[in-house]
């Protein structure tokens, strides 16, 4: 497999056109509220068996590979993370409650997190990448 640079649009539709359940978050959940985007996807799915194997066959499609965890993949769009729990929260339908939908191009809508609850994500996993995150998050929650 040859992998291409960071495509998140073709990753988000893949899993848009799959039937794929999930809400953005991670790096990418901050492109709606003003943050840069870095170079990874990560996405929660909702924890069905209905949606897992959607998700697996998205996965095959994009010619998903392991990377160094069981829920960490390099595709030919670039990598994507799937964390059924992130941090600070009780999973996809805790985090489908305030997020809020976009439309990413062609009529692709896609679920982000909340702002709110992407700090909560981020204070809860308290790396000193989230510490950094949270600095940024802080500022432009202030400004909203």
Known sequence: MSITAFD???LLRSLSEGGVRFVVIGEMAGL???LPVMSILEICPEAT???REALDKALQRLGARPRGREDAFETVAGPLDSVVVPAGTEGF???LRASVEY???DGVRVRFCSLED???MKQA????IDRI???ILGTVKKRR
């Open 32 to 34: 709606p509220w003003g």
């Open 8 to 10: 998140p649009l073709r």
């Open 93 to 95: 339908e805790d985090l």
């Open 103 to 105: 439309d990413i191009g």
């Open 118 to 120: 992407l700090i909560r």
């Open 49 to 51: 068996a209905k949606n």
């Open 125 to 128: 996993a308290a790396r000193p």
């Open 133 to 135: 995150a949270l600095e």
